[in-house]
């Protein structure tokens, strides 16, 4: 199985064992296909809202897993059965990558609000609007259990793991997942930096909160040597 280095992120991210793992907005479902074969779960779940994706995907799983544990679920992922499949008090881990940040902040909280009572654990790779994403977790009160930045193909992600009970507070532009000697990760604060200046720019945005919380991790890039 070809995977990018995302994917692959996010797959090494899982380190326990949960009873459900909600692999949504799928696609191919090459995560929980990985999650399956590591067996981090007693059930992968699949879940998109394109029945022709679902389609193939569920012939693809019978064929490569036969009767290993797994269900293709066609859905609106903001209405995923979690309650169905709560029991123990053992938390649920729902992934959710690849989707625009506005997209995923809306899609957590249906899930949270619809869910009250359940723990439930996030894997979260949003594309774009990472400020606003960490701020509408805060939000919700969901705590940080681990982050991380990955490079893949030219393009930056933030990974963040996050929990309905316990955890840090989620910090609106990171603190864990900085490597100040890498240069990655420089490369990233810089383009970011660049990315609000612009828009500071324009009279009619408001960018200010962001620019100056950036700003604020600039001192600790010091030039390498």
């Known amino acids: ?8 992120q996010l797959s090494t991210m899982v380190h326990g064992h949960y009873t459900h793992i909600w692999d949504c907005c799928c696609d191919h479902g090459l ?11 007693d059930c992968v779940h699949f ?3 394109v029945p022709a994706l679902m ?7 019978q064929q490569d897993y036969g009767d290993r544990r797994w269900q293709v679920h066609c859905l609106d992922v903001a209405r995923l059965p979690l309650s169905r499949y709560a029991g123990a008090g053992e938390p649920q881990l729902v992934m959710i990558a690849g989707v625009g940040g506005d997209l995923l902040v809306d899609l957590v909280t249906a899930i949270c609000q619809a869910h009250p009572e359940v723990p439930v654990e996030f894997l979260l790779c949003p594309v774009y609007h990472n400020y606003k994403v960490r701020r509408a977790l805060a939000d919700l009160s969901l705590g940080l259990i681990s982050e991380t930045l990955v490079e893949d193909k030219q393009r930056f992600y933030e990974i963040l793991h996050v929990a309905s009970a316990g955890g840090d507070p989620v910090s609106p532009v990171g603190e864990r997942m900085w490597d ?9 604060l810089q383009q970011t930096l660049n990315h609000y200046r612009r828009m500071a720019s324009n009279p009619h945005q408001d960018v200010s909160a962001e ?15």
């Open 1 to 8: 199985m070809k995977v990018s280095l995302r994917i692959q």
């Open 31 to 41: 995560l929980g296909q990985l999650l399956l074969e590591r067996g981090r779960a």
């Open 47 to 49: 879940v998109d809202v």
């Open 55 to 61: 389609n193939t995907l569920e012939h693809h799983l």
């Open 180 to 188: 100040f000697t890498d240069t990655v990760h420089r490369a990233y």
């Open 211 to 225: 620019l100056q919380a950036y700003q604020r991790l600039e001192p600790a890039f010091l030039p390498l040597k």
